[in-house]
DNA sequence: CGATTTGTTGATCTTACTCAATAATCGTGG
DNA sequence: CCACGATTATTGAGTAAGATCAACAAATCG
């Protein structure tokens, strides 16, 4: 028993083990963050968990369902900044302005954690593990965004939905879900948006992935058939 | 005196008044924090400040000059990840990981401030506010690397290069530098590789923004002649 | 001063967008 | 459970924005 796997801690609170990265905290921290936890607050389909320019007070961390954020434009149009599984933390923006910088809605049935802000930062003086755990997931969302901006600017509409499907394959494996088999939680406009794609081009890149027998694909239903030749198409290092 | 101008507060260390943000720490404090910042460290055009996958210890603070961060992709193109103008903080994404996500090479002489991470870390258990503060520098980083995502996906070439300008100009002016007349640091290339342009795209725009008569540019002299024009091509809500 | 890098402009080509039509799916109420 | 309308997905045809290729000009550097 070196380390013990960081998903797999038990944990007494709704979403606290969704915080966890390597290394992270031990038990009895774990309970005194755990006490300050809101539990589990159920949100139906397209039902907002919060809106664009409200009051930032909480973090929200997804436990069941799946979320996602979004911005109006100018000439009204919705931008897809993110999509939020189990086990992830959604508000990260939102500490600097003490507002929320997009708004976010629920893409299915959904349960989250509120998790108060203040509470956090007060609690991360006395416990310099959480502190350490803050700023590493503050980093990583910094180093995923980053990621995302490459993938943007510089990809092909074939890789950037293989990297999509890559991505979240290993966001579902990370929490023991199937890296194979998946429902996708949003609708095609909403991965086209939030790739900078037209939908039609998704939808193509899509029928053009199973052709080649990479995906299997029955509407939000996803099978990857080829996780080697789907990780050469989004040309992803690993 | 209400609130004291965050950016003309006399701070005794090399950049210290870089990392502030308004309603931030008070002279005691950066004192304190002053000590455990490593002196300017000069960089000459073209030096590495890191490279890629070396191990992180430090952040670092742009006191002058300017720097670039990239990435070498698989077929060992390079991918502009972003620019540090004096007062920017290089590395927040790397505390994760421990190792460097990118690497970081000086546009122009620069001098920088070391911040060893540890020493930050360590003091903000003990100066809240300092904690504080590295919350909302992440946040802050979290925030305008979402923006970028979206000025990249969703937006056309002019629109990218006006608010790349805009941007520009903002982040000069926050430093009481001229807000319409500055020297780009970094060349066309790295300009169009920041923003998913092709170089020739980007001169392109150049020229038609002058034939407009919105900029003047001569090599890396920019002029912005039309401020409130830019900002509509930028299509930026201000 | 010549060599190399960087910047500009033009012509052509390609990827992905737009528009349009149709099909499938979802959601709601009877 | 089914029928209905509404939303979402797919496919095709034509177009446009921006990439690529190529040539040349200007700036930078040793």
Redesign the pocket.
Known sequence: MSQPDPYTVSCNACGLKDLCLPYSLNTEEMDIVDSTIKRAKPLQ??QMLFESGAPFNSLFAVRSGAVKTYSIDGKGNEQVVGFYLPGELIGLDAIENKRYNNSAKAL?TSSLCEIPFDKISELSRTIGNLQTHMYRLLSKEIREDQELQLLIGK??????ISAFLFNLSQRYSARQLSATTFR?P???????NY?????????????RL?QQAILK????EVEILDHHKLCQMAHCET
Chains 1, 2 share one sequence.
Do not use: P
């Open positions: 389909k397209n299915e990809k092909t509409a074939e890789e950037r996708l949003m609708v095609r406009t909403d991965i086209a790739l900078g794609l037209a939908v039609e081009t998704t939808s193509r890149i899509f029928t199973q694909v029955d509407g939000k």
